[in-house]
């Protein structure tokens, strides 16, 4: 079935470091791929998405694209802050769009 | 602006007990989920609903039922907890769509005695 493998965490980085955390996928078809973020004590919330092979998805300075040849959805973001540990998830829509399968989660921890 | 609400929050059941987990949704959406989540194995869905009447299960169903008599409620049914199903609950809607976003709920945290 579909499935999403995630990055072991936690990471851990200092403030204005360079983030990767990883993510492939298996399915069949051509899903459709999120980023989801957890923050202490709430719900998740979306932070990108991409729908179609070489789609990048971007928001809140974190972006990752679609690679369909690697089946990859890499998360990334040039300089995080102390705010942005948090809890990511990589999920993918299924082919008849009615389920939503996620990773594991990375945690992400920032220092000042 | 509600989006989707969850109660409880926080639950402590005895072995062999029932409960109802609440979940509404005011955005008028057609897919409902519940997820649990545990340390080490992310979300697995437990049982969805593409639209009042119509349920289906997910990936770790057994121990968990749920009925969707509107379009706004999804309550999911513990009918005799175990220690096993102690965990963190979160509810989901979304449109009807690939490119559709999911709002969850704030989550239920549940332990079983």
């Known amino acids: 079935g579909d499935s999403v493998t995630q990055m072991e965490g936690p990471v851990t980085l200092s403030e204005e470091a360079f983030l990767t955390i990883n993510c492939t996928y298996t399915a069949t078809g051509y899903p459709s791929l999120f980023w989801y973020v957890q923050y202490p004590g709430e719900g998740l919330q979306l932070l990108l998405k991409?729908?179609?092979?070489?789609d990048k998805g971007s928001n809140k300075g974190f972006e990752a694209t679609y690679r369909k040849e690697t089946t990859s959805f890499h998360l990334e973001k040039g300089s995080v802050q102390v705010s942005d540990s948090a809890v990511y998830f990589c999920a993918l829509l299924n082919t008849g769009f009615q389920k939503l399968v996620f990773g594991t989660g990375t945690r992400l921890l920032v220092s000042p | 602006n509600a989006g989707v609400t969850q109660t409880p929050k926080f639950q402590v059941l005895k072995t062999g007990q029932s409960m109802t987990l609440q979940c509404a949704q005011d955005m008028n959406h057609e897919y409902m989920s519940w997820y649990r989540q545990d340390p080490g194995m992310g979300l697995r869905l437990i049982h969805y609903?593409?639209?009042?009447?119509?349920?289906d299960q997910g990936e770790v169903p057994n121990g968990y039922n749920v009925s969707r008599s509107t379009t706004e409620d999804f309550p999911l049914r513990l009918l005799s907890a175990a220690p096993s199903q102690t965990s963190v609950y979160f509810c989901?809607?979304?449109?009807?769509?690939?490119?559709?976003?999911?709002?969850f709920g704030q989550g239920t945290r549940l332990t079983v005695v």
């Open positions: 989901a809607s979304r449109p009807q769509g690939k490119n559709t976003e999911a709002f």
């Open positions: 991409a729908t179609k092979a070489d």
């Open positions: 609903s593409v639209g009042a009447g119509i349920t």
